[in-house]
Each structure stands twice: as structure tokens, then as C-alpha cells.
T-cell receptor
Framework: GQNIDQPTEMTATEGAIVQINCTYQTSGFNGLFWYQQHAGEAPTFLSYNVLDGLEEKGRFSSFLSRSKGYSYLLLKELQMKDSASYLCAVSAANQAGTALIFGKGTTLSVSS | GAGVSQSPSNKVTEKGKDVELRCDPISGHTALYWYRQSLGQGLEFLIYFQGNSAPDKSGLPSDRFSAERTGGSVSTLTIQRTQQEDSAVYLC????????????FGPGTRLLVL
């Protein structure tokens, strides 16, 4: 079956670094996406990994290990506005077209 | 606007009524997706349109759910004889074309079935 796991909640303080892990088991793999979703708003794209390794984009980085079915999103220099839900999503080869399979999301709370 | 738009933003209906949810994708995007997000659950894929091809309906939870896409642009998701378990946020996304293109999401329609 298709399964994506990520922690339900995480907390951190301003200026800190936080790593949000995601493990997946899917029938086929085309790529892994991370989205950010603030309460009551639409998910917005953060990053995309298809090859193993680290992709860095400003304060956010995303890592992928296909052999381990594992990814993480790294957030540096945390700011209050980073408080949001972070969604891990996989594009699986046998999923309809390129529709994404989403995890349930990790709610990150950043405090001062 | 340049983004995906959806209407209505909120919808309250009574059990057994039909509802229609609308999605306007980003201009020029050929792929359009509908997802459902229930409280405490991840986004659940419902249906996918790509250009003029027949839609993939494999994610629709029951035959009460249907969707159309007219002229390769605007899409309507229809839920007939709504049930309380249909209460959720319905999100629409579009991407430039099929493939590993980034999907851009609309703000969603919050549906509450009483």
C-alpha cells in the first residue's frame, strides 16, 4: 500500500534549527515534495527532490534518500512566521497521473 | 489574479442536498487536480484532469462525487446527496502540464454538512 509518515507536531524557538522527517512506502517513486500550509490557507510549494541528496533554498533545505524511503525538511534561523503545517508528498508511479500522495502533515509551532 | 481561485470559500449545507464547488486554474495550466482535506487527515486525491484526456476518477470516494472540466479550464466538483462525512476542505490545484511539475493550490472551499 501507499503510506507516508511524519510527526504530528513539533515545537521550536526563534532562531533555532528544526528537522522534520518523512518516511514513505509507495509503489513506485517519481519525486518528493514539501509544502507549507498556514492555518486556513492553501498549501504552498517549498521544495522538490527526485535524486538522493540535499537541495538547499535559502533557510529551507530538503534531503532525500530513495533507498531508505526517507526525506527531511530542514528549517534554519526559525522565525515566528514559520509556524505552520509542513506536508510531505510523494508522486508515485502508479498513482493517477501525477497526483500526489500526502502525509498528514507536521504542525510546527515556533515560540519566542 | 495569477493564482488558482475557488468558490465559494465556505459552504454550509443540509444533509441530502447537492453542492457544486468551482475551481479556476492558473491560465495556461493543462493539469487540474481535486483533493479533499479532512480534519486531522492528509490531503486525499479525488480526481485529475489533463488536457482533453478522460479524467482519472480513481480517487473519488463514491458515485455521489463527480467532476467536470469545461473548455480545458474551469472545473466543477459536484457532490450529490451530501452526507456529514463529506464535511472537509476541498482543494483544487493546477500545474503547467502532466509530469513532475509543481502543483499550485487554490485557497479551498470549506464544506460543512449539517
Amino acid at each position: 500500500g501507499q503510506n507516508i509518515d511524519q510527526p504530528t507536531e513539533m515545537t521550536a524557538t526563534e532562531g533555532a534549527i528544526v528537522q522534520i522527517n518523512c518516511t514513505y512506502q509507495t509503489s513506485g517513486f517519481n519525486g518528493l515534495f514539501w509544502y507549507q500550509q498556514h492555518a486556513g490557507e492553501a498549501p504552498t510549494f517549498l521544495s522538490y527532490n527526485v535524486l538522493d541528496g540535499l537541495e538547499e533554498k535559502g533557510r529551507f533545505s530538503s534531503f532525500l534518500s530513495r533507498s531508505k524511503g526517507y526525506s527531511y525538511l530542514l528549517l534554519k534561523e526559525l522565525q515566528m512566521k514559520d509556524s505552520a503545517s509542513y506536508l510531505c508528498a510523494v508522486s508515485a508511479a502508479n498513482q493517477a497521473g501525477t497526483a500526489l500522495i500526502f502525509g498528514k502533515g507536521t504542525t510546527l509551532s515556533v515560540s519566542s | 489574479g495569477a493564482g488558482v481561485s475557488q468558490s465559494p470559500s465556505n459552504k454550509v449545507t443540509e444533509k441530502g442536498k447537492d453542492v457544486e464547488l468551482r475551481c479556476d486554474p492558473i491560465s495556461g495550466h493543462t493539469a487540474l487536480y481535486w483533493y479533499r482535506q479532512s480534519l486531522g487527515q492528509g490531503l486525499e486525491f479525488l480526481i485529475y484532469f489533463q488536457g482533453n484526456s478522460a479524467p482519472d476518477k480513481s480517487g473519488l470516494p463514491s458515485d455521489r462525487f463527480s467532476a467536470e472540466r469545461t473548455g480545458g479550464s474551469v472545473s466543477t466538483l459536484t457532490i450529490q446527496r451530501t452526507q456529514q462525512e463529506d464535511s472537509a476542505v476541498y482543494l483544487c490545484a493546477s500545474s503547467l502540464e502532466e509530469g513532475l511539475e509543481t502543483q499550485y493550490f487554490g485557497p479551498g472551499t470549506r464544506l460543512l454538512v449539517l
